[in-house]
């Protein structure tokens, strides 16, 4: 119930001011987890999450909060 609170107002938020189209889904019908235990699982997600805005034509992102893991391997 929280969550669909949440979800519903974001979403007007954000198509109130233009960021997303009227129909445009802005969230998942039900939020989950992912359990990650070894650091291939982590160094996974993170290259996941680094690659998906090219995956939609959108530029890398780059943020002055976000710290390298400690542990990666990087596989460029």
């Not at 519903?8 to 990650?36: C, M, T």
């Not at 976000?66 to 542990?71: I, L, T």
């Amino acid at each position: 119930m929280i969550w669909q609170r949440f979800a519903e107002a974001s979403r007007d938020a954000l198509q109130k001011v233009g960021l997303v189209p009227a129909h445009h889904p802005v969230w998942s019908h039900r939020p989950y987890k992912v359990f990650l235990y070894t650091v291939d699982d982590v160094n996974g997600r993170i290259q996941y999450v680094e690659d998906n805005p090219e995956k939609e034509g959108l530029p890398r992102q780059q943020w002055e909060c976000v710290q390298e893991y400690s542990q990666r391997v990087k596989k460029r």
